[in-house]
């Protein structure tokens, strides 16, 4: 019942190239999604959002693309650095003013020098 | 500025125990939120309150957890008794508002082990 999945635990690429973390969804209410990075003993922290009246948004060397009629968020991080390496977690929000999240269970980027 | 913390950072105790996770939210945030972190299921919302008001528990798993927060700057987490399968982190986080007037921001966990 699992309503936001990330069906890649882990994902290694190498410094320079392009890394994408895909995340899909079941609920077709959801309309503001989220991407958290996560580093060893620590919270989660926001990194870029989308609603879903844009299919793109851009912050520096993130990007998130957002298909709704698949389904389907992705995270391009472009180029990709060795501090990019952690946890990222997918978030889905339920509905314009609501509060609470749906968190995917994550995927482990490696990025190698 | 003071981010969203917790306490203890780590916890071991035996099961049968009862245990207080602690979290003060960043100030301004009116929505605040306990998180449990499991390698199956990830990032699972126990509970959020709003304005102090508990809103959603229903991922709260039973009656041993129970959570409050008496005030805008303090909220608790408690698991009595306590048993091995709750060992997790646990994560709160807090907001203003919606998730469209701003994200959510979490504090660094406390890493529960129950024996």
């Not at chain 1, 973390?21 to 580093?39: E, G, P, Q």
Request: with cysteine.
């Amino acid at each position: 019942d699992q309503q936001v999945k990330q069906n890649s635990p882990s994902l290694s690429v190498q410094e320079g190239r392009i890394s994408i973390l895909n995340c899909d969804y079941t609920n077709s209410m959801f309309d503001y999604f989220l991407w958290y990075k996560k580093y060893p003993a620590e919270g989660p922290t926001f990194l870029i959002s989308i609603s879903s009246i844009k299919d793109k948004n851009e912050d520096g060397r993130f990007t998130v693309f957002l298909n709704k009629s698949a389904k389907h968020l992705s995270l391009h991080i472009v180029p990709s650095q060795p501090g990019d390496s952690a946890v990222y977690f997918c978030a889905a929000s339920g509905q314009t003013g609501a509060n609470n999240l749906f968190f995917g269970t994550g995927t482990r980027l490696t990025v190698i020098p | 500025d003071a981010g969203v913390i917790q306490s203890p950072r780590h916890e071991v105790t035996e099961m049968g125990q009862e245990v207080t996770l602690r979290c003060k939210p960043i100030s301004g945030h009116n929505s605040l939120f306990w998180y449990r972190q499991t390698m199956m299921r990830g990032l699972e919302l126990l509970i959020y309150f709003n304005n102090n008001v508990p809103i959603d528990d229903s991922g709260m798993p039973e009656d041993r957890f129970s959570a409050k927060m008496p005030n805008a700057s303090f909220s608790t987490l408690k698991i009595q008794p306590s048993e091995p399968r709750d060992s997790a982190v646990y994560f709160c986080a807090s907001s203003l508002g919606t998730a469209w007037q701003g994200p959510q921001h979490f504090g660094d966990g406390t890493r529960l082990s129950i024996l």
